[in-house]
């Protein structure tokens, strides 16, 4: 008689490698590792099917630590290998890691490839404002004034919001969360996995050698209320320690503003609501700074749209269901010369 054994369900140390981790004691990126680990296991993924492709940098190192399928690739080519490792086996759950220097830097234009063509691939960007394994340089996304062994006198170029940038290059799902909010990330991640496209996820991620506390001032505890948002599709855009601030459309301007409901005669009903799939509003949340204004958290945008590797299957098919061709025909066709 044939017995069904259920597959044991598998935790959260499954989808870690025998290797060493070797960042730092204190690194964001370790908060991370077990929050991708801990999501992959809840959300039943298969190590067997799952790839993780990388760049270089200090967060590319990240294939070597999860017992899945790994690629550690070349600096700022990690998209470009994730887009080939997804249409050669569209099955395949395939995740991105990547540095803000790995990803904005050198593979800028890589980066906004994969993000336009919409490949069904997770693209994490660990954002530590700095070039961690190269010794703290400045990178795209230092803020103006950033004193770095490349940036003595402090940086003077403008900083790359990344989540603007995937914006703009018309990703399909863009959020943010930050490395220690574990469970605000694995919720990410799922949706992440969910979404059938390119997800972008920028996370905010302590340096804590070359750029300590760049976050500080909204990621510690006591600031955290005031100045986080996170945004759930469908709930008004409320936040702060008493529950009382909210964003709304400022009058006679196109922009958002913080008002605190129950002075000047602001009520809960004139707060926004969060549309994830509304385009104009993502933009507005993403660039939100503090002090000012909150950092917004969580899915910031999902519209979804048609994936890269489903439109190159179905050529694929369309071609294939023509009959097989004849590699001799087509060179011998159209203009053809001899070269005496
Ligand atoms: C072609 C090439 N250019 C430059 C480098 C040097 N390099 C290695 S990692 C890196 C940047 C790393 O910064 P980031 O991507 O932000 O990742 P982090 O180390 O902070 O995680 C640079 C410039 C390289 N390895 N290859
Ligand atoms: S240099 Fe910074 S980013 Fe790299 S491992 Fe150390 S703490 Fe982490």
Redo the contacts with the bound molecule.
């Keep these: 008689m044939n017995v069904q054994v259920e597959p044991a369900k598998l935790k959260a140390k499954d989808f870690a490698s025998d290797q060493e981790v070797r960042w730092c004691p204190g690194c964001g990126?370790y908060a991370i590792l077990k929050a991708v680990q801990v999501a992959l296991a809840e959300m039943g993924a298969e190590p067997d099917n799952t790839v993780f492709v990388s760049?270089?940098?200090?967060?590319?190192r990240f294939p070597y630590y999860m017992a899945t399928y790994g690629f550690h690739t070349?600096?700022?080519r990690a998209p470009a290998v994730a887009t080939g490792v997804k249409l050669a086996n569209p099955d395949l759950d395939v995740w991105v890691v990547?540095?803000?220097?790995?990803?904005l830097?050198?593979g800028g234009n890589h980066l906004l490839h994969v993000l336009r063509r919409n490949v069904d691939v997770q693209f994490l960007l660990?954002n530590?404002e700095?070039?961690?394994?190269?010794k703290g340089?400045y990178?795209p996304t230092s803020k103006v004034g950033q004193k770095s062994p490349s940036t003595p006198q402090g940086s003077i170029d403008a900083p790359v919001d990344a989540c603007t940038f995937a914006l703009g290059c018309n990703a399909r799902f863009v959020a943010r969360g930050i490395d220690i909010q574990a469970k605000n990330l694995g919720h990410i991640f799922k949706r992440a996995r969910d979404h059938k496209g390119a997800s972008f996820v920028e996370i905010i991620q302590n340096?804590i050698v070359f750029n300590d506390n760049a976050f500080a001032h909204f990621t510690e505890k006591s600031a955290a209320e005031d100045t986080q948002i996170h945004v759930v599709h469908g709930e008004r855009l409320i936040f702060g320690a008493e529950g009382n601030k909210g964003l709304r459309i400022k009058p006679g301007a196109f922009e958002l503003e913080v008002v605190t409901i129950g002075e000047g005669g602001v009520t809960e009903q004139d707060i926004l609501f969060h549309d994830e799939t509304n385009r104009v509003l993502a933009g507005l949340l993403v660039s939100m700074k503090p002090p000012e204004m909150p950092v917004a958290l969580g899915v910031i945008y999902c519209d979804p749209a048609p994936s890269y590797e489903a439109a190159v299957r179905e050529q694929v098919e369309a071609a294939k269901s023509k009959g097989l061709g004849d590699l001799d025909v087509l060179l011998r066709s159209g203009n053809t010369w001899t070269v005496t």
């Design positions: 990126d760049g270089i940098g200090c967060a590319a070349i600096h700022g990547s540095g803000d220097g790995d990803a830097s050198i660990f530590n700095i070039y961690g394994l190269t340089q990178s340096c």
